[in-house]
Structures are given as structure tokens and as C-alpha cells.
């Protein structure tokens, strides 16, 4: 069950889900809930993939990504910080514009029922051999995690998991940090030391957009090679229970989301398999345990999670 090639399809399907998550960490510590994580990845999935297919550059894919999400942020952020609209139903909006979207551009550029072509050599993210995995390979326990479970990983999972201590070095350990936590508890008092609530929330809207954008690239350039129609297959709303679960702490946010990760990986090796004193069990029951997980994790198995003071709340500057 906890064999390395099942903790290395873990780290796998990981990668995004911790991105994600630390998206909605930024949003939601600044006071903005952000219901729209799904809609960006998937937004992000698909631009990454038309455009590495179009370029056959991964790179370019990735910047497209990245810059389809954060459009799509700024939409929700337009919506729910300049006009204080309401933060749930704009999140759920960007969530049903990306699913409509995606599929409909996919069918008009691509005619292959909503989905990209096949990525061409260069258009994805190769795995890369950490030095001396090779060598190491042959070594008992140790050179195996090194050289399958650490090694042979494509570039952004790399940068999935550097993004939790550098979000925690950036929320804990910088003024911008101090004042992004600072905005989401009392935004009144940030306003009254002279620093825009609204410039803020903005900043940290723009940064869930950014890593949106890779962890839907990865989906589609990375883990996959093209674009298919709402291929983000509800991970947005598993990184939002995640970061319920962890309690808005990027440390607790990648552990969560390498528990989601493992029930994703025993799904991909138990399917079809035959368990003693159980026989074999559908295939959808696998499908579903990282769904279960979550339901039976938020209905208070986790102790309390206190969100932010002002999360969701909208900011109306007062006047004098």
C-alpha cells in the first residue's frame, strides 16, 4: 500500500492540488473567498494547452496559462473587491464561464469534441534526473527514494512543493505578508495605518491567479499531453477543502494535499484488483475516496477552522 511507485504517484497528484491550495491561501488570507479555484485551473489547462500545441513550447504554454488565470482572477477580483459583490457567487460564475468556455473554444479551434490535440515534441514537460539518480538506484531504500520517489519529476512539481516554504517565508516573514494577514483579520485598521485594503487584495487575488495558472498547466502540459474537456475534474474544490483542513497554514496545506494525493494513487493501483474477504470493488468506489475523504473531514473531524475575521466580507472605506 505504501510501496514507492504508489508515494510517487502520490507526489504526482499532488503537484496541483498543493498549488491550488496555496492559490486559495492567498485569496482567502486577504479576506477574499475564492470559490473559482477550479475555474481557473481549468481555464489555465486549456490555454496552456492550446498554446504549447500552437508553439510547441511548453514554456510559452505556461505563460499563457498563467496569464488565462489571472484574467480570470481579476475578473473575480473586479467583481468582489471593486464592487463588493458577492464573493461566492462570483467564484461560482468564473467556475461555469471556464466550464462553458473551454469547451466551446476547444470545439471551434480544434474540432476534436472540446479537447486540444496531442502535444507535439517540446509543447510538455519532460521529467528531469536529479544527479546521480541513476546511480543511486540500485542502493536499498535510500537510493530508491532518491532516484524514483525524488528524481524523474517534471519541473513544476518541483515548484509546487518549493512554493510552501516560500509562501510560509512570505505570509510569516515579510511586510507584505504581515499586512496581507493583517487585512484579512481587520481591514479597518490596515486602512487607517494608510495601506489600500483594496490594492492588497488585489495583489494577493493576482498571486491565487498566478498559481492557478500552473497548477492547471501542469494538468494539461505536464501530467498530460493536451487539453480534454473539464479535465481539472473537481480538484479546485478538494485544494478548497484542503485549505480548510489545514486551517489556512501552508505547511498543514501540502500535508493535506498529500493525503488527497495518496487516496488518488491506492484508486489508480486498487482498480480491479481483488481484496481479500472483499472481492473486487467497483471502480467508482476509488474514484469517489477522495471525495469521501472530504465530505467526512468537513463535517467536523477536523476541529474547528476559524477562517479569517474578514473573509468574505467586502471592504467599504469609511468616510469622514
Not at 88 to 111: C, D, H, K, Y
Request: net charge positive; proline share 5%.
Amino acid at each position: 500500500m505504501f510501496d514507492i511507485l504508489t508515494l510517487d504517484s502520490m507526489v504526482r497528484v499532488s503537484a496541483p492540488l498543493i498549488l491550488a491550495c496555496l492559490a486559495g491561501l492567498y485569496s482567502e488570507r486577504s479576506g477574499v473567498v475564492d470559490i473559482g479555484l477550479e475555474g481557473k485551473m481549468l481555464g489555465a489547462a486549456f490555454g496552456a494547452g492550446a498554446i504549447a500545441y500552437l508553439t510547441a513550447n511548453a514554456w510559452l504554454g505556461l505563460l499563457a496559462g498563467i496569464a488565462v488565470a489571472v484574467v480570470l482572477a481579476l475578473i473575480h477580483g473586479f467583481a468582489s473587491i471593486t464592487n463588493r459583490g458577492n464573493q461566492i457567487v462570483s467564484g461560482v460564475a468564473i467556475n461555469f464561464l471556464a466550464l462553458g468556455l473551454t469547451a466551446l473554444l476547444g470545439q471551434t479551434w480544434f474540432r476534436q469534441g472540446g479537447r486540444t490535440p496531442p502535444l507535439p515534441e517540446g509543447g510538455r514537460f519532460g521529467s528531469i534526473e536529479l544527479p546521480f539518480a541513476t546511480e543511486f538506484a540500485n542502493v536499498p531504500i535510500v537510493g530508491q527514494i532518491y532516484s524514483e520517489l525524488i528524481s524523474g519529476h517534471n519541473i513544476l512539481v518541483y515548484i509546487a512543493f518549493a512554493m510552501v516554504p516560500l509562501t510560509w517565508w512570505i505570509l510569516f516573514r515579510t511586510r507584505f505578508g504581515l499586512r496581507l494577514r493583517a487585512v484579512g483579520e481587520n481591514p479597518a485598521a490596515v486602512d487607517t495605518a494608510g495601506i489600500s485594503v483594496t490594492w492588497l487584495r488585489y495583489r494577493a487575488v493576482i498571486a491565487c491567479g498566478i498559481l492557478c495558472g500552473v497548477a492547471g498547466s501542469y494538468l494539461s502540459i505536464a501530467q498530460s499531453s493536451g487539453f480534454i474537456r473539464d479535465m481539472a475534474a473537481g480538484r479546485g474544490y478538494i485544494a478548497l477543502a484542503a485549505l480548510i483542513f489545514a486551517k489556512w497554514k501552508p505547511g498543514n496545506a501540502m500535508w493535506a494535499c498529500l493525503l488527497f494525493g495518496l487516496l488518488d494513487a491506492w484508486a489508480f493501483r486498487l482498480q480491479g484488483q481483488e481484496i481479500p474477504g472483499i472481492g473486487q470493488v467497483p471502480v467508482q468506489f476509488f474514484q469517489a475516496l477522495p471525495y469521501i475523504l472530504t465530505v467526512i473531514l468537513l463535517a467536523g473531524f477536523i476541529g474547528k477552522a476559524i477562517p479569517p475575521k474578514a473573509s468574505g466580507e467586502p471592504y467599504l472605506k469609511e468616510r469622514t
